[in-house]
């Protein structure tokens, strides 16, 4: 029921602000970008017998991305993608924070790519006392095309993949895929 809401509103949103498409957006400065997705999300640690053998529906609010457009079309970014899993009847959030560069292809077409540090811990609503706390590398990729275009400021509809792997303290590795779908807003 979420996603169907959250699709609903995102089209009263497009319907909303695409009126006026005349006016050529401005992308320079400091670039903040907020996204919601929804995807596939599969974790695995190395001590299983069947590495990857459940993928879980799951949401990903918010995506954060910052950072300053170097020219038009090139922009360096700060990005943190990352998904909720249950494990042991708690949430814990296997997330990222990525360096990464974006570049439009075309007026509306983008792609992002970045490798940065991973982390596994609890969903921060969860607490964080007595939790573990894990650490490795994580690699992003997304592309987006930008439905709407104001003038400081676009919509977009993005798919990301988001790999990362995380070093456990008994000496073995937690790895996990996420592949999302989402829309996002951007102010530039």
Known sequence: ???????????CV?????????RPIERKG????????????????????????KAQGS???PNLKFGWM??????????????????DNKD??????????????KDRWWV??????AYDGPALYEGLKGEDWNFGCAVTASTGFE????????????????????????GGNRDGVALTVGIGFNWY
């Open 70 to 87: 170097v020219n038009d079309r090139l922009a360096i970014l700060g990005s943190f993608p990352g998904m909720i899993y249950e494990k």
């Open 59 to 61: 949401i990903s609010l």
């Open 147 to 170: 439905i709407v275009q104001k003038k400081r400021y676009a919509l977009d509809f993005q798919t990301q993949l988001h790999m990362a792997s995380t070093s456990l303290k008994n």
């Open 92 to 105: 814990r959030s296997f997330s990222a924070f990525v360096p990464s560069v974006q570049y439009w292809f």
């Open 30 to 53: 400091f670039v903040f970008g907020l996204g919601m997705s929804a995807g596939v999300f599969s974790i695995s640690d190395s001590d299983q017998e069947v590495e990857f053998d």
């Open 1 to 11: 029921m979420k996603n169907v809401l959250a699709i609903l509103f995102s089209f």
């Open 112 to 117: 992002n790519g970045g490798i940065g540090l």
């Open 14 to 22: 497009v319907t909303a602000f695409g009126q006026d498409l005349d």
